[in-house]
């Protein structure tokens, strides 16, 4: 449905005030906006990797750039800093986040590569951004901080680090918003690849986006069973929401970064944005950041 292709798109929001999906190319350093309606992308330009957008309650979104919290104003393209972290890790910036039940922003970072498939290990660690402004860290030694969402009674906490290629469980306090007691969930198969984005649904199934695998899959957090794949036309899959007026259409991000010239030849796709429909499943609205 998005032809613009991104570097790196990711961390898709469905915004129902807007009836328009946001999300980001990190390596573009770019907040982006597109309309179903008019089918325009508008962008707004920063000036950091930008790893994750969410929505305020009071208009306007909450990301994380670089190694810092931020308001976006999507009107004046203001952008206004809350917090900077890991100011002593030069390399590390934020990666995926999402809003939690009470209006918190959960974000993790990651160590960049320093080369092709060179980065340092457990540099990253998961924050939450009260609506107070006050930051507690979750998790630490984090390699890429990833794909979260919270089970439809608020009990658990989902979280994904990349390179343990599964996702985890945690106990989760809706009061507090602490997270605990981890514990695997699933771990993905070979042709899978590596876990990214994740959403949940309306009956409480988590879908899971495959970077380098081309797929989406379901899996059951009750039983730790995939019961589903969706594979797509491009490898790069790194995220996913669902979205449209009744939550009934999955939108789906993908990256050409990362694909050597022969390979984006034979791959036209990489780094545009995909619908799915018939998945006989909703999704549910996204939580706004209480502040």
Same mark, same amino acid.
């Given at each position: 449905?998005?032809?613009?292709?991104?570097?790196?798109?990711?961390?898709?929001?469905?915004?129902?005030?807007?009836?328009?999906?946001?999300?980001?190319?990190?390596?573009?350093?770019?907040?982006?906006?597109?309309?179903?309606?008019?089918?325009?992308?508008?962008?707004?330009?920063?000036?950091?990797?930008?790893?994750?957008?969410?929505?305020?309650?009071?208009?306007?979104?909450?990301?994380?750039?670089?190694?810092?919290?931020?308001?976006?104003?999507?009107?004046?393209?203001?952008?206004?800093?809350?917090?900077?972290?890991?100011?002593?890790?030069?390399?590390?910036?934020?990666?995926?986040?999402?809003?939690?039940?009470?209006?918190?922003?959960?974000?993790?970072?990651?160590?960049?590569?320093?080369?092709?498939?060179?980065?340092?290990?457990?540099?990253?660690?998961?924050?939450?951004?009260?609506?107070?402004?006050?930051?507690?860290?979750?998790?630490?030694?984090?390699?890429?901080?990833?794909?979260?969402?919270?089970?439809?009674?608020?009990?658990?906490?989902?979280?994904?680090?990349?390179?343990?290629?599964?996702?985890?469980?945690?106990?989760?306090?809706?009061?507090?918003?602490?997270?605990?007691?981890?514990?695997?969930?699933?771990? !993905? $198969? *070979? &042709?899978? =690849?590596?876990?990214?984005?994740?959403? %949940?649904?309306?009956? #409480?199934?988590?879908?899971?986006?495959?970077?380098?695998?081309?797929?989406?899959?379901?899996?059951?957090?009750?039983?730790?069973?995939?019961?589903?794949?969706?594979?797509?036309?491009?490898?790069?899959?790194?995220?996913?929401?669902?979205?449209?007026?009744?939550?009934?259409?999955?939108?789906?991000?993908?990256?050409?970064?990362?694909?050597?010239?022969?390979? !984006? $030849? *034979? &791959?036209? =796709?990489?780094?545009?944005?995909?619908? %799915?429909?018939?998945? #006989?499943?909703?999704?549910?609205?996204?939580?706004?950041?209480?502040?």
């Amino acid at each position: 449905v998005v032809k613009e292709k991104n570097r790196m798109g990711e961390c898709p929001v469905w915004e129902e005030r807007e009836s328009a999906l946001v999300y980001v190319d990190i390596n573009s350093q770019k907040v982006c906006r597109w309309s179903p309606l008019t089918n325009e992308v508008q962008s707004v330009s920063v000036d950091a990797r930008v790893g994750s957008v969410a929505l305020r309650q009071c208009g306007g979104y909450v990301i994380a750039l670089g190694t810092r919290f931020a308001f976006l104003d999507w009107d004046t393209q203001a952008v206004t800093t809350i917090l900077e972290l890991e100011q002593d890790k030069l390399n590390n910036r934020f990666n995926d986040g999402k809003v939690d039940p009470k209006g918190r922003f959960f974000a993790g970072t990651m160590a960049e590569e320093t080369a092709p498939g060179v980065r340092a290990r457990r540099q990253g660690a998961l924050y939450t951004l009260f609506p107070d402004h006050s930051v507690i860290k979750q998790l630490d030694q984090v390699d890429i901080s990833n794909g979260l969402d919270w089970s439809l009674d608020h009990r658990t906490f989902f979280h994904i680090d990349s390179l343990t290629y599964a996702v985890h469980a945690f106990s989760y306090d809706v009061h507090t918003g602490k997270i605990a007691c981890p514990k695997l969930l699933y771990r !993905l $198969a *070979k &042709e899978e =690849h590596m876990p990214d984005g994740m959403c %949940i649904d309306a009956e #409480g199934k988590l879908w899971v986006a495959c970077i380098d695998g081309g797929r989406v899959i379901r899996v059951d957090p009750e039983t730790g069973k995939r019961i589903q794949t969706v594979t797509l036309p491009t490898p790069r899959i790194t995220s996913c929401c669902f979205g449209g007026k009744d939550y009934s259409e999955m939108y789906v991000t993908s990256a050409y970064d990362g694909l050597d010239e022969a390979t !984006l $030849a *034979k &791959e036209p =796709h990489a780094g545009e944005i995909f619908k %799915i429909t018939g998945l #006989g499943v909703k999704g549910i609205p996204q939580n706004f950041y209480a502040a």
